[in-house]
C-alpha cells in the first residue's frame, strides 16, 4: 500500500465515523425532543387530575349539603305526622 493509498482509506474511514457521528447525534436530538414531549404530556396529565380531584371534592361537598336539606326536609315532613298522632291519642 502506497501513503496515497492509506491516506485515502483513512480519509474514508473518517468521513464514515464522521457520519456515524452524525447520525447519533440526530438519534439523541430525537430522544430528547421525546423526553420533553412526555414530560409536558406528563405535567398536563397531572394538571387534569388535580382538576378531577378538586372538582371531585366539590359535588362531595354539594353531596353533603343536599342529603344534610333532605334530612331536614324529612324531619319537617315528619313533625306533622308525630304531632297528629299525639292528638289522636
Known sequence: ???ASSAIDLQS???EIAENIRQVSAGIKDVNVNIIESSQVS?????????VLTESRTISKFSA??????????AVFVQPGRMTCQFKA
Do not use: C, H
Not at 43 to 51: R, Y
Open 1 to 3: 500500500m502506497t501513503q
Open 13 to 15: 474511514a473518517t468521513t
Open 65 to 74: 349539603s343536599v342529603r344534610n336539606k333532605a334530612e331536614e326536609l324529612e
Open 43 to 51: 405535567g398536563q396529565v397531572a394538571s387534569e387530575i388535580n382538576d
